[in-house]
C-alpha cells in the first residue's frame, strides 16, 4: 500500500520506464514533478468517478429545500457537501435492478448542487472524495498508479513512440476488474429473485447438459 502521494507518481513513472524518482510531490520542481503533479487530482477525482469503492461510498439522508421547485420534479434536496459522486437514492431494496431505481436529476441553484427527485424523505448513497493516501486500499492506489501513468505518458516520454500511455490504459482497466472482484469478496450479496424462485419450485442449477438443443 502506498504511504503518500509522491509514491502513486514514483510508481505512475516506473510504468512509463522513466528511472528518476520525486523527493516530494508536493514541493519538488523537478519536470516529472509539475507534470504528475498537474494531473494527480484530475486521476484521482476521474478513478473516484469510474468505480463504487467500499471505502469511499456513504449513505446519508439528504436535506430537503423545497417541495415542487419545478415542473417536472416532486422534491428539491441539497447535494451533500462532501460528495463527489451520487450513485443511487436508497429505496431500501438492495437486489433493486436499474429499472427499479428511483429517478433523480442534479442540478444547481445560487447556493450550489441539488438534488431534484420525486423520493420523499430520501437516502442517498454516494461516494466521497477521498485524498488521504493512508485509506488507499492496495487496488485503488495500483489503478490510480496507471491511470496517472496514462496521463502523464505523452508529456514525458517525447510523444510515447512505445505506447506506453496505451499500456498504462490497458492495466488501468485490469486492476479495475480486479477491484470489483475484491469488492464481492468482502459482502454477501441477496440472492437474485430469479435464484429464489426457482429454489421455490424445487430447481438446481442448470448444468451444459440440461441446456436445449437446436436443430
Not at 104 to 133: C, H, L, P
Request: charged share 25%; hydrophobic share 35%; glycine share 6%.
Amino acid at each position: 500500500m502506498a504511504t503518500s502521494d509522491t509514491e502513486i507518481a514514483n510508481q505512475a513513472l516506473l510504468h512509463l520506464g522513466v528511472s528518476k524518482e520525486i523527493s516530494n510531490l508536493t514541493t519538488e520542481q523537478s519536470r516529472e514533478a509539475n507534470i504528475c503533479r498537474r494531473f494527480y487530482t484530475l486521476a484521482l477525482e476521474e478513478i473516484l468517478s469510474d468505480f463504487r469503492w467500499p471505502f469511499a461510498t456513504r449513505i446519508q439522508r439528504l436535506n430537503k429545500i423545497r417541495d415542487n421547485p419545478n415542473v417536472d420534479w416532486g422534491k428539491e434536496y441539497r447535494y451533500p457537501p462532501d460528495a463527489h459522486v451520487i450513485r443511487r437514492i436508497v429505496t431500501g431494496n438492495r437486489n433493486e435492478t436499474h429499472d427499479q431505481g428511483v429517478p433523480f436529476r442534479v442540478a444547481s441553484d445560487a447556493a450550489g448542487r441539488v438534488i431534484w427527485t420525486d423520493q420523499t424523505d430520501a437516502d442517498v448513497e454516494y461516494t466521497i472524495k477521498v485524498t488521504d493516501v493512508l485509506l488507499f486500499p492496495p487496488s485503488f492506489v495500483a489503478s490510480l498508479s496507471y491511470l496517472l501513468g496514462m496521463k502523464i505518458a505523452p508529456a514525458l516520454t517525447q510523444g510515447d513512440p512505445f505506447k506506453r500511455a496505451e499500456y498504462c490504459a490497458q492495466m488501468y482497466g485490469f486492476e479495475l476488474k480486479k477491484a470489483q472482484s475484491n469488492d464481492k469478496m468482502e459482502e454477501q450479496r441477496d440472492a437474485a429473485p430469479h435464484a429464489e424462485w426457482d429454489r421455490a419450485r424445487g430447481g438446481g442449477t442448470t448444468t451444459r447438459q440440461d441446456w436445449p438443443t437446436w436443430p
